[in-house]
């Protein structure tokens, strides 16, 4: 499936990133990188598991705290906020976990409700129902609104995880391992979805993976991560043109030739 | 030669205890900072309460029921070889409120609810919907933690006081069997030697009890590690950890309000 042309504002930088370090103990994760993405840009961070993937968005919504460097997402430096302006700024950005991460006690009218209603306060009932049902439809699973979670396959909940961070529109959008877990069919429908929300509510994106169909699918642009630090970016092609036997390897692995 | 880096002050173990204890604490005094703050979440204090409460009600009536009646039982042999059965509601009345109803109530709520706050949030925290709330900047403490702590710190007061009141008509069943004491004078006389110092100290054990068990279960569920296994773990850890400290406690509110009697 090609993917369709998105206006990408090279000008104005959603999240931008520089010499940022974290390590957990004598583990360094991060060794200094610096990614840039901007303006309806989806970015595809590509690694091994464990190189520290979603340890760099997990820093993006101020989950985790860098060690040195400096994160920038819409222009505010992320470690420096107050815990208000943090949530301000969490407001902007959607996060979809590898898990789901969706609430097992509430069914899925509630999941998608409850950010809306604790941010929100002043909402009517009738506003609330109507942003439930747009993302819903947006997601393609208008029919499973009163089934709980565990009534769900991997792929819906992956799909509600994604409609749950879309209810607060966000700006940016991180997708941590979408498509892991999933069988090949439904990793095209996640993919496509992907894109959808890109180009309907133009936002920027990075998404982890190491699935490289997702990647070459849904990237605008492509950074490989190994060993702590950005050895290539670029667009898939050229990627995946260079020489490193690492990443040569990492290629091999995933089209098996 | 490069110089080696000594990881640890004492030894893992004993430098992860003082750093157990200070999480303790920090998560102790979060809370205080937390529960003042707005917004407040009434409905799930409320929802909590329900949980807490009205769940563990049938619970706490069977046992403390049973309480009251095993213990007039086992009491009446040993006042009825000094002629003293009279001194049954009184012995009884004054057992329930100022140890029994608060610690059994407490270590019932220990175990049921303690271990399902434990196992909730520590289920929430290794499925990453924790996290999912603090990124939609939800304050997951506050409306997760504080709430439960609230509930439990307010339904253990009120279990407990329901408590003693059961085990009383536990044994008000046996008193009334043996001596046909009727209703009205098994309880006038079970209430004559109730104190306020008894019924100040059942409260604030209540209260310290509930707190305890709330805050002992969210700080471990918050803490969970390692998957499913690390919710099993912190279950466990949730009511070992509380009923090993309603037990210290009891013993210093006990010795707090005597030294007040006395004084």
């Known amino acids: 499936m090609e993917k369709k042309a998105h206006n990408i504002d090279i000008n104005e930088k959603a999240i931008s990133i520089k010499g940022l370090y974290k390590s957990f103990g004598d583990l360094h994760v991060l060794k200094g990188i610096d990614l840039d993405v901007h303006k309806g840009e989806n970015v595809v961070v590509l690694g091994k598991s464990g190189t520290g993937k979603s340890v760099l968005i997990k820093i993006l919504v101020g989950l985790l705290k860098p060690d040195s460097g400096v994160v920038e997402v819409l222009g505010k430096e992320v470690d420096k906020l107050s815990q208000k302006e943090l949530d301000a700024l969490r407001l902007h950005i959607g996060f979809a976990f590898q898990s789901s991460a969706l609430y097992d006690s509430m069914d899925v009218r509630q999941n998608l409700e409850f950010p809306l209603t604790m941010n929100f306060k002043n909402l009517s009932k009738g506003e609330v129902k109507d942003s439930v049902e747009e993302v819903l439809e947006a997601v393609g699973l208008i029919d499973k609104l009163n089934q709980m979670p565990s009534d769900l396959s991997g792929g819906q909940r992956k799909r509600i995880g994604i409609a749950r961070t879309l209810i607060l529109k966000p700006q940016i959008m991180l997708y941590d391992e979408p498509t892991s877990g999933l069988d090949p069919i439904t990793c095209l429908e996640i993919n496509e979805l992907i894109n959808e929300v890109q180009q309907k509510y133009n936002t920027s994106s990075i998404i982890i993976t190491h699935d490289l169909t997702c990647a070459k699918e849904t990237g605008d642009r492509v950074a490989m991560l190994l060993d702590g630090i950005f050895v290539k970016t670029g667009s898939f092609e050229d990627v995946f043109a260079d020489k490193d036997e690492r990443i040569q390897s990492f290629y091999n692995y995933n089209f098996i030739k | ?263």
Not at chain 2, 8 to 15: E, K, L, M, P, V
Not at chain 2, 155 to 183: E, Q
Not at chain 2, 210 to 216: A, E, H
Not at chain 2, 243 to 259: A, K, P, T
Request: positive net charge; aromatic residues 14%.
């Open chain 2, 1 to 263: 030669m490069t110089k080696k880096i000594r990881p640890y002050i004492f030894s893992r173990g004993i430098d992860e205890t003082f750093k157990g204890v200070y999480d303790a604490f920090a998560f102790i005094a979060l809370f205080f900072k937390q529960v003042f703050k707005p917004p407040f979440h009434f409905r799930q204090v409320i929802d909590q309460c329900y949980e807490v409460g009205i769940k563990s009600l049938p619970l706490i009536t069977l046992t403390g029921f049973v309480t009251g009646l095993v213990f007039t039982k086992q009491s009446r042999p040993s006042l009825e070889v000094f002629g003293a059965t009279s001194w049954l509601p009184s012995l009884i009345s004054i057992a329930l409120v100022r140890a029994l109803g608060p610690l059994v109530t407490a270590l019932i709520c220990a175990g049921k609810v303690g271990s399902s706050i434990g196992a909730e949030l520590g289920s929430m925290k290794v499925t990453e919907q924790i996290d999912a709330m603090e990124v939609s900047a939800i304050n997951p403490f506050k409306y997760l933690a504080v709430s439960r702590i609230i509930a439990t710190t307010l339904m253990v007061c009120v279990l407990s006081f329901y408590c003693s009141f059961v085990g009383l008509l536990g044994a008000f069943v046996n008193v009334h069997a043996n001596d046909t004491t009727s209703f009205s004078n098994f309880f006038q006389s079970g209430f004559s030697d109730i104190n306020f110092i008894d019924i100040f100290s059942s409260v604030t054990k209540s209260l310290v009890f509930g707190f305890t068990i709330g805050i002992v279960g969210c700080y471990k569920g918050f803490n969970a590690t390692q998957g499913t296994r690390g919710v099993g773990k912190a279950a466990n850890q949730a009511v070992v950890t509380s009923m090993f400290l309603i037990f210290v406690e009891e013993i210093v509110i006990v010795q707090i309000s005597n030294w007040i009697r006395f004084f």
